[in-house]
């Protein structure tokens, strides 16, 4: 199994960027995709994550309506679309799977890591 993030770059504060997190080795239909994030010298956090079981996304409160999560079956792809970006936004961006359908803020939960596309933002 594996997992490629792609999207990242310098945005300018306000801005949108869209993350995408594409899978091979396994269908992304049966297992929960949770989107993380780490910024330099802090812990590892979890964004949303979306349910397969369920077909609900799971926000973290510091979304904020902010971001919005999306999957493709088809292409067997996942989406983080960020909008109002903020400085404190930035940081590396992970995509991860969490080997049943239910989701888990957790991240000792996920078992496959992407590795990981860099989010700046800043003016």
């Known amino acids: 199994a594996q997992l490629v993030e792609s999207g990242g770059g310098l945005v300018q504060p306000g801005g949108s960027l869209r993350l995408s997190c594409a899978a091979s080795g396994f269908s992304l239909s049966n297992y929960a995709i949770g989107w993380f994030r780490q910024a330099p010298g802090k812990e590892r956090e979890a964004i949303l994550c979306?349910?397969?079981?369920?077909?609900?996304?799971y926000y973290s409160d510091f979304v904020e309506g902010r971001f919005t999560g999306s999957r493709d079956n088809f292409k067997n792809t996942v989406h983080l679309q960020m909008n109002s970006l903020k400085p404190e936004d930035t940081a590396v961006y992970y995509c991860?799977?969490?080997?049943?359908?239910?989701?888990?803020?957790?991240?000792?939960?996920?078992?496959?890591w992407g590795q990981g596309t860099q989010v700046t933002v800043s003016s």
């Open positions: 991860a799977r969490r080997p049943i359908s239910w989701c888990s803020p957790n991240v000792g939960n996920y078992d496959y």
């Open positions: 979306i349910n397969t079981s369920n077909g609900r996304t």
